[in-house]
Every structure is written in structure tokens, then in C-alpha cells.
């Protein structure tokens, strides 16, 4: 297991640069017979594509996929899906003034130190490109999960930069260029604006959620359901935190409020955000990520270079002023690739995969 | 890999159930040739040690662990080592009234779902006595770590349910028996004191970082560092939170605070927490988690038993009220244990492993 | 992945030395619910116990096993099952004479260059005695193999040293210390005997073979089920081949005899050895070992010393002369082990495991 | 891990079926800043390329590779290398004729059962031409070894059908459509051309050899080097069988023979292979493989379709009459693969990777 590998029994391998030729990853181990094409998974790409508001990159990807294997007369064969998506809007000379030198907070440095080469092309594997593929994936495990279990995964921003954004609805989510759950933008646009105006970035913080998830999906010690999800989210560019349910409120909490009590119809509540000892319960799984500011801004930063002299760095190029803006889809995908593997594993070792009698009733919204 | 194995070249397998006869591990890919006898580990299981305060649980474990296998005339030998410790202090018959029930907030409910039976005594696999052998084989990592690079690992409680802890010193960790970085903790003692008393449990937080730490551990892309740190500490029992660096307060940062510039000295902050594209930088590694409170509390709660029939759930027998206090010494079992597996990765790939020059000024505190 | 870790769903992780307080196994993955005690397995670990005839080693070890973890009042749990056999009888000062020189034909050469140390009593972890564990994981894993398919492993010798043994009967197995399926052994007996005079050691050639096998078990390409038993097979202590049905005779066979031709009631032929294309057919699958002979022998060899001089070496001690006597119940749990984890890994992608219909006529003898 | 990919360090995962748009493979873990282009890859593809004699199949397949990924500027980066080949001579339309029945000794019947659903172009996914991607990932070890060590590997026809092949030379070896090791192939040619013409088709085997191979690669029990040997030519289409050093000759062999004696200038002979206990002396490395003959042969044959009614099968399309004609390159690559990976482990766990010393002799010829 060489590290560009998520999942076990549903595993994709990621592979690509941000200015190659190709980006594109293999799955591994989908179960045959599903109905599959290209459209079920450019649905989901054209969510997270850059260059469809202003406040993305404005690079142009039309970040169409060809599937090359594992599809045979429209439905899946078992055998590894291999899926490629052509980069056809490099401008590497915009990054020509930054292969000598390391942006603040950006993986420069330590991809320099790691491999003593690196491709410094759009920040070619470091790259939220290579986002682009992990949705692919994720579309293929959430038509799987749906079909057999009606599991839907749902995501919104509730934070950008210092704006607080309230849950109103999920219907307003696909009505904005910033997966927000509310109907008013406005103040999100402004922000956005003043901040491009500064030549500055800001962070933001993502919820996503799955709704009818089976009962019993994870190991209990170590590859436990919280902590593969874990694993996925902060494997993302740019996350800094991950929270399970109530996540950092358990610490005031107390154990008669924070443990969610149960009655013949159900939980009462989801503090437990849908898991339990590492193990879905069947309520629903609820995730929050916390993503820091991009690192590459126009503002000039104080650093050095690979011989270690100090210079300014100023990054040109088309970049996203708040990654997270974009990280909804890809989080949801995290969320479908994670619950997908679980699914596989529970049903090797337990031989059945099914929801919780009686039905949990969904968490508030 | 069937989910208790954890790290996939310095691999820890781990077994064991509360009140079964033994717990342990098997550590696969040990570098032969380092000095180890039982004291060395001896020493971290003591600092997780249940009964050494009355703040904890009171059962009684000696935890003494036996070498089994893969040392040699004090060395090892590049063969799996295999830790014993037999459990001693069972009183299972304090868990009989809870067999056919589900605590609220507990593991019983999902392992009941998930496997169509359980071990209930003492929380059977879910019990965070389970933790013992990932401390034990933690022991073995932080040994090499230091050896070979002089990484440290140190943790302190920063937060015990609605009390925040200052960071005073390192110092005051080993002096009181809630890891709190504190020379005085009477608002501590008093807080817990109350808490017991009114039957409930609470929850905590705690921060634990790695100085001397390799630069270029991590693979960028899906097995992180930071992704595999997230993924250990969200496998500890009752973790519900993970931050990196900044955490959740990159949020509100922009990018021109959040990146941590550069001098020919070293970093000006740690905003990264030692992290950049999921790979080390050679600063300190920083990690925060929020322990939720204990879900086997006296306090009556509603719940349902097997047959989905309401009931009423009190929980008896031998239970940490707040099982965040003694999360440290796992904390930091954890980290090193991330750090030793990227270390060999490492390794593997790039052919040597080593700090970074010129050296990276260890964080604040 | 570490290296002694077998099998990816059931899997099995090894640890011990020959004279180290103990060896034994974790296996992760169990299906929950089996019934399961001490006294199925010790039934396996009792078929390959040393010191039952004269013509196999004569330590004498109870190997009585000990489960330690993932049953519960009789039942699998679905987490892992420790299994621990304390060693008894070392006599690690029959070793001293050769802890500075290198037996020709044994690991002591390459033990040495890879680790730069080793475990020279009894021949540390290269001792044939590490394949109990294995044997008492496949106990549990033909248990289970049984129970849903009613699948039956058996094995036999087939030649020891250039006697060749004919197959009379399965039921002559049982019955002499040869595991060959004959009525009469003298000519065995006298072979040994006067090979034990002349103080040499023998090869041997042993066949295995598993009956209503599940079809459709095997991942076509790389982690075949004929690609998981040669590793396995050649895994074993002094395998130097491995054979799947026709074996080395396919060689000049032509395509009109070699493929086994279909009726409507099953196949008419075996040369497949019941797996076609890397996945079973249903048919028996028939595997064939050659176990090279025993390098530790009394006879004077040349060799060299850790220094690199001249020297001749004699191996005093309790060896058996012949190591293929043994190897047949070991290929056994070998094998089962390997079917086992197919099952589970075509369990989670393909939801179920079953018998070929029409049922398919086992292979003769 | 989900079956499609081959090495834990340096992992091979491949994609891709005969006749769909293209097939390939992603390489994870190749270590950063070595020199590679297509050209270096192509040299190994254009060894196995079908239609480049008249006894092999006469598809006509460039086999043209595009590096996608992991080169930067002529030299790896260390991030995952994917390769692609497109497909360029499907004639499906010769293989609809057997979509709806099995070919005997073919893997029809299988994936039929495993799957539910097979591609029946070319063989889908069984498909002999899925080695190709195995052929270029080994271009990419056998550059590193070779730089690194000056590791060398070599193969070569031993027997095709009833005719041994005698060891000549390596050198007659590039000459001939055949691998064969003489310099004279004419019985060869009459053999095949008199097999063509007969409808039929035959077995072979093929012999490869590693030289100036590191010591201490393997890992002792249970992925052992000659076990995972074993595993990847077992898991090459058609093997059925794989042989160690001595091999099946190892069962009539005595100790005193079989144990290669050492002394101050090496081993005296190779019986081991190259291997003991597991692990790499440091002498040749030597492997020999039986192969079966191809299943799709246009001579009747009795078989049962989907639905188990009795039907005659004949196939026309273009295939091998013995697929060991081309097997020889691919072995060499498994044999390339198989090393890189440990080579990576040994490193990951010593620290260093190394030629013996004194310098062992190779085997003879």
C-alpha cells in the first residue's frame, strides 16, 4: 500500500499531476452488475468544476471522464474501472517564478524535502486537481449505496472565513456557487469580493451528512467507521479539522446529555453524529471540516528559497481565493468512497449489509 | 487487513477483550537490532494505569506485559514482537444487568447490530482498556524515534469538560494525575469531585505534539500524515474531534496570518502544526482531540433492550468519569506510532530519513 | 502489510521463535457467530505434533493451545482470536555449536545478512515449529469452510526421497506416521530408518486437495486463488515447488487433452485443478508440493563461519530427517486458510458464495 | 486490496480488458529523481508484442505506452506513474460465438459464476494481453535495480510441448521468435507449424533468472521472496506450476547434496535458488514455470452453454498456439516486480539494501 490508495475492497488509486498530461484514478473491486456510465459520473464532476463563478479559479476544465475498463454493455463487470480526464488548460509559465522558491503554507516545502525533485506546474500533485478523481470515485460508490440502500449523501458550507452561515434548507444548496443553505448570498458575495480586492484568501468550514446508512458498517479497533472517515477528510487539501457529531462541544458536554438516549421508535437525538464504538448505528452520519485559507495569494509573504536565502513570494496564476468553497462534492464524495469500503468489509465478514429496524429517524435538518 | 491492525510497515495488531484472559499486540516490522526489555514498555503502561487516582476507574490492573517473541539478548531481531498482559481484576458479574440492554451513547448498540452478539463484560472489545496494548507497542516506536532522531512526544489535558487548563509547563504533567500542564489543580480535583458526586461524566480535551520530528514523512496523496494521525485518533475510544496545527480556527484566518512564512532560520509560526500537503516539515507536530464524556454513568437513562422494549439503563461497576484524563499517554502512544510507520515508509521510497536543516525552531509551549 | 500477516479478510498474523517463551497467532476477520473451542483446534495441532514416531524430530511438545481473545460462551465474536502455545521443551544448548557459522542449505546464511543478528536456538523464527500457529488458524478456517459448504480438506504423501507412493486410499492416512495413502509403510519404514543411519535427510513430495469448494473464489489477476496458494504453499518451510492440477505435465500436453471438457453433468476431467483462470471452478482443487530435505544434519558439511573463515559444520540436535513427514496437515491449513479468505473477499463484492449447480463431480482418488 | 494489484511498495494496479478502449496500470512507490521515458518502457513492451512471428497470435497491437503521470522533466517525481496503452485491433466480432458457452480449460466458465456477467471480447479480462501492463510496470524495476545494483534478468524457453530445449547460451536467446536459448530453432519451427496445422495447441516452460541480486530481500514467514515468486508466476495466465532453485528434483535429493555448501568465495552450487528461509543469498535467483496450452483452439470441443445444455465448441479469432512463446519477457517482469517490491521493504525495515560480500558466483549458465 503505497499511499495514493483509499479503501480496501473499494479501493481507488489516484493518480496524476495538475499540469500533466492526464489525471484519472483505478477502482478496485466494484461489485458487478450496477448499471454505469459516463454521464452518472460527470453529474458529480461538473459539481466541484472550476471556473463556473467568480469567486473559483477561473481555469477552464470541461474535466470530461472516459471510462477505459470494467464497463461492459453499460453495467459494471467487477473488474477495476479505470477513469481518465484529460487537463487541457495548463498555462504552466504562470508558475515559472515559484519553482525556486516555497510559498507559506504550501506543500512546496515539504514535497521538495520529501522527494528532492518536485513539479512545481500549478502545484502538480499537491494540486486540489487531483480532487477531480476522488469524485469520480465517489459518484460510482453513491449510485451503489443508493441502489441498494437509498443512502444519499448531502453537504453545505456553514462557514466562510468569518461568516457564519445558518442551516435554512438543503434546497438552497444547488442555487449558489457556495453549496450554502441559505437563499440570500449576499453577504457571501461581498465577502468574496473584498477579499479578491485584498489579494487574500479565506478559510471555511463544511458539513456533509449521509441519510439511510446501514447498521453495523466499521472495525471496531482501529479501522473504526469515525476513524476511516477521519482519514478521508483530512487526506483532503487544506483540511485542518474533522468533527464526528457533536464533536468538539462533547468536551463540555455531559454524559447524560451528550449520550443520545434511545426509544422503540429510535434516538432521541445525534450527538453520536450516527456512530457508536467505530460502528454506524443507522442514524445519520454527520461530519464537519474545518479548511484553512489557500496558500496561494497574490499578497507578498516572507520565505526562501530551495538554497535557503530569503526572498518574497508573490503567486500569480489562477487560483481559488477559499478552497472550500469547492469542498462540498468532494467531501460528500469522501464520505460515499468511506461508507462504500465499510459496506464491502461488513458484508465479507458479517454476510449481510442492511438498515436498522426499527427506522432511525433522520437527525434535524 | 481486517481493521485491528494498525500502521502498515511498523504494523500493530491488537487483541483482547475487557475481561477476557489476556490483551495484547503483535508488532510486525520492528528494525532489528535495538535494545528493548519489558521496562522499557513497563513505563508507558504505567502512565495509563487504571486505580492510581480517584478520579479514574478503581479496578485494579497491574498491566505487567511479557515479551513473547522478536527479542533477542535484549535486542530485536526483526521478527514480530508479541506483548502480553493478562487481565487479573475481572468482576463481570458487575455487568450482567446490562447484557440485554443498550447504554446510551455506548458501543453496545452497534457491536449488538453489527455481529448478532456481543461480550458485554466490561464493554467486552469496545472497553478502552483495549488501549493498554496500542500503548505498549507506542513504546517500542517512541524508543526507535528517539533513538535514531530525538523525536519526543509529549501530551497535557487543555480542557476537562467546562474548565479550560492554561498551558503553564511541561513540568507539571507528571506532578498530577490529570495530565494538566498546571502547577495547581484544586479547580480540577473540585470539578471531578462534583461530577462524581451527581453521577454524570464529562468530557475533555487534549493536545499532543512530536518535536524532533523527521522532515518529508507522508504520502501526499491519500495516507496523509495528517490523514493517518486523524485516523488514529479518531480510533481511540470516545474521540470525537481531531485538529492539526490551527484546527478549527483556520476557519476564520486568512491566508496572509494562516501560512506560517519562512526565514533562513526556520518557520515564524506553526499554523501548519508541522504539516504542509500532508507531508512534515520538521516543525512540531500539533494535535488536539475532544474526548466526549462516558457513556456508563449511574445516572438512569432511557433506553430499549434487544427486543427494541423500552427500558431503563443504570450503569454499575468500575468506570473512568471522564476517560479523557487518561488519554494522554494514548494520545501520544498514537502519534508515534503514525510517525514510526511514515518513518519506514519513508524510508522505503527516498532511502534515508532525516531532519531538516537548518533546524526548524520547535512551536511555542 | 509486514510480511507475517497471511491473508487480507482472515487474516492470520504470526509470532515466535523456536525457543522464545511462545508462539501463536491473532486471526482478524473471523466470522462472528461460530461455535468455537480449544479442543477443535488442538484436534489440527495434534496431526502435526513432533515426537509421535521415530522418524520425526523427537522433541516433545504438548503444543496444547490457549485462545485468548474473540470467543465469547463458546461463540466466535467477529473480533480478533489469539491463539498462544507456550513452548516446553527447548534444549537451546544442542544450538551453541552453530550460532557462528551458517548450516549449508539453511536460513542461518540469510537470517544473518538481512538482520545483521538472529536467533540461533533451534533456528529462532525460521524453525519449522512457526507452522503450528498456521495449522491452528486453518483449524478455525475449515471449521468454518465446513459448516457453510460442507468443503473437506485432505492430504497425502506422495513420494518421500525417490520412493514413490501410489494412491491406494484416504482412509490409510490416518493410520501410519507418513500420511501416506497406503496399507502397507514397510518400505517407508525401512527408507527412513536407513536414512536416519546415515545420517542424511530426504525430500518428499505431498498432495493436497479441497472438496466442494464454493465456486467463483479467486480475484483474476494478480491475487488469483491459485496465485494466493502457490504463495502460500511456497511460504512453507523448505517448499521448492508448487503444482496446481496437471502441474509440470501440462508442459506437453496438448490443448486437446489439457482443457477439461464440460457435460452437462460437470467437467470430465481435472487438469485444472478446479480453478480456471485464477478463480475456482467448483471441481476439487488439487495442489502438489515438493519439500526439499532437511539441512540440519549430522553428516559434516563445508561451510563458512560469520566471519567468513572456512569451517565444517555438524548439526547435533533433535531435527526431523525428513520434514515433508510432517508437512502434510500443514499444507492442509494452508490451503484452508487461503479458501477462507477467497470466500469472505467474493463475499463482499459479489454478496454471496455458493456451490456450482449442477454439482460437479469430484476428481478421482 | 483488491485483487488487480501486484507489490505492497512498489504496487502495480492494472486495468484495462482486450477489446475495450484501452488497458494499463498505475505504479505507486517508485522512488523519486530516477531518469525514465517512454523509451525505456517501450524496449520491454515491443519483447512480448503479439504478431511479430508466425507462431504467435496475429493481432497487430503497437502497444504504444503514454507515461500520464509521475515523470517531471525526464525523471520520476515519486508520485504515482500510470501508463496507458490503447487497444487498437479489437475484432470483436470473431468472439460472438462463444459469448453464450464455455470454452474448456478457459476462464469463461468461471468469471460466468463469479460474476454474473463476463466480457467476451478477446477474453475480456482473462485476456493474455493484460500482461502488457505487467511488461512496463517491470521496465520501471528493472531500470531501478539495475541502476541501483546492476541486477540483471534473463529468461528463456526450456521446453515447448514434448521438445526440451538445451541450454546453449543467453546469447542465441534476442535471435529467435521462440526465447530458446540454441541457435539452431528449426525443430521448433517444424513443431509449431505441424501443431498449427493440427488445430491444436501446447504447453511450455520458461526459465528466468535474477543476477547480481541483493542480499537479505524476503520477509521470513509468510511473504517470504520465493513465496511471493510464486504468487506473481502463479498468478501469470496459464502457469501451472513454479519451481525454486532444484524444484521438484529437491524430492529425491539428499541432504547432503541438496545444501549448497559455502565457502570463503562463495556457494558451490544453487540448489536453493538463490534463496533461503525466504530470503535472497545474493546468488541467482532462479525460477522455472510450467505452462499449459492455450484453451482457444479451433479443434471441437464438448462443453455446456449458459443455461447447461450440452454444445460443441469451436474457436476462430486470432490466439496463441502457445502462449509460452511470449511468456518469456513477462516473467522476466514479474520476476523484476517481485524483487523491487522487497528490495523497497528490506529498506523500509534494515535501512539499507546491498550485494553480498564476498561476491557470490553466479550459477552456471
New interface residues.
Given amino acids: 500500500?503505497?499511499?495514493?490508495?483509499?479503501g480496501?475492497?473499494?479501493?481507488v488509486?489516484?493518480?496524476?499531476?495538475s499540469h500533466?498530461?492526464?489525471?484519472?484514478c483505478?477502482i478496485?473491486?466494484?461489485?458487478?452488475?450496477m448499471s454505469l456510465c459516463e454521464a452518472d459520473i460527470q453529474l458529480e464532476l461538473d459539481r466541484r468544476r472550476p471556473g463556473t463563478s467568480r469567486h473559483v479559479t477561473q481555469r477552464q476544465e470541461p474535466d470530461a471522464v472516459?471510462i477505459?475498463?470494467?464497463v461492459?454493455e453499460g453495467?459494471t463487470?467487477?473488474?477495476?474501472?479505470?477513469l481518465?480526464i484529460r487537463n487541457t488548460d495548463q498555462r504552466s509559465k504562470d508558475y515559472g517564478n515559484i519553482a525556486q522558491s516555497?510559498?507559506?503554507?504550501?506543500?512546496?516545502?515539504?514535497?521538495w524535502?520529501?522527494?528532492?525533485?518536485?513539479?512545481p506546474r500549478g502545484g502538480?500533485?499537491?494540486s486540489a486537481r487531483?480532487t477531480a478523481p476522488t469524485v469520480a470515485a465517489g459518484a460510482v460508490a453513491r449510485k451503489w449505496l443508493f441502489e441498494q440502500y437509498g443512502t444519499v449523501f448531502r453537504g453545505c458550507m456553514t462557514?466562510v472565513?468569518?461568516v457564519e452561515i445558518p442551516f435554512e434548507s438543503w434546497d438552497h444548496v444547488p442555487h449558489n456557487p457556495f453549496f450554502a443553505p441559505v437563499a440570500d448570498v449576499q453577504a457571501l458575495e461581498d465577502y468574496m469580493d473584498a477579499?479578491r480586492k485584498a489579494g487574500?484568501?479565506?478559510?471555511?468550514?463544511i458539513r456533509v451528512t449521509a441519510s439511510n446508512v446501514p447498521?453495523?458498517?466499521?472495525?471496531?479497533?482501529?479501522?473504526?467507521l469515525?476513524?476511516?472517515?477521519?482519514?478521508?477528510?483530512?487526506?483532503l487539501?487544506a483540511?485542518?479539522?474533522?468533527?464526528?457529531?457533536?464533536?468538539?462541544?462533547?468536551?463540555?458536554?455531559?454524559?447524560?446529555?451528550?449520550?443520545?438516549?434511545?426509544?422503540?421508535e429510535g434516538f432521541?437525538s445525534n450527538?453520536?453524529?450516527g456512530?457508536?464504538?467505530?460502528?454506524?448505528?443507522?442514524q445519520d452520519i454527520e461530519v464537519s471540516l474545518?479548511?484553512?485559507?489557500?496558500?496561494s495569494?497574490i499578497?507578498p509573504?516572507?520565505?526562501?528559497d530551495v538554497n535557503?536565502?530569503?526572498v518574497e513570494v508573490v503567486t500569480k496564476g489562477r487560483h481559488d481565493p477559499c478552497v472550500g468553497i469547492r469542498a462540498t462534492p468532494i467531501a460528500e464524495a469522501l464520505l460515499a468512497l468511506v461508507l462504500m469500503d465499510h459496506a464491502?468489509?461488513?458484508?465479507?465478514?458479517?454476510?449481510d449489509v442492511r438498515l436498522?429496524v426499527?427506522p432511525i429517524p433522520a437527525s434535524i435538518g
Avoid at 77 to 82: D, E, H, L, R, V
Fill in positions: 500500500m503505497s499511499g495514493n490508495t483509499l480496501h475492497l473499494f479501493s488509486t489516484n493518480f496524476g499531476e500533466g498530461p492526464a489525471i484519472g483505478v478496485d473491486g466494484c461489485p458487478p452488475g472516459e477505459l475498463s470494467g461492459y453495467k463487470t467487477g473488474t477495476p474501472i479505470a481518465l516555497f510559498r507559506p503554507g504550501h506543500a512546496d516545502y515539504s514535497y524535502h520529501k522527494y528532492g525533485i518536485r513539479d502538480g500533485r499537491s487531483l462557514a472565513g468569518s477579499l487574500d484568501s479565506c478559510g471555511a468550514r447498521v453495523g458498517l466499521g472495525e471496531p479497533l482501529y479501522d473504526r469515525d476513524a476511516d472517515i477521519a482519514h478521508a477528510m483530512m487526506g487539501n483540511v485542518k479539522g474533522v468533527e464526528i457529531g457533536a464533536g468538539f462541544d462533547s468536551v463540555a458536554q455531559r454524559g447524560t446529555t451528550h449520550g443520545d438516549s434511545l426509544t422503540p432521541r450527538n453520536a453524529g456512530i457508536l464504538g467505530g460502528i454506524s448505528t443507522g474545518a479548511i484553512k485559507p489557500t496558500s495569494i499578497s509573504r516572507d520565505s526562501i535557503g536565502q530569503p464491502l468489509r461488513h458484508r465479507a465478514q458479517c454476510g436498522a426499527p
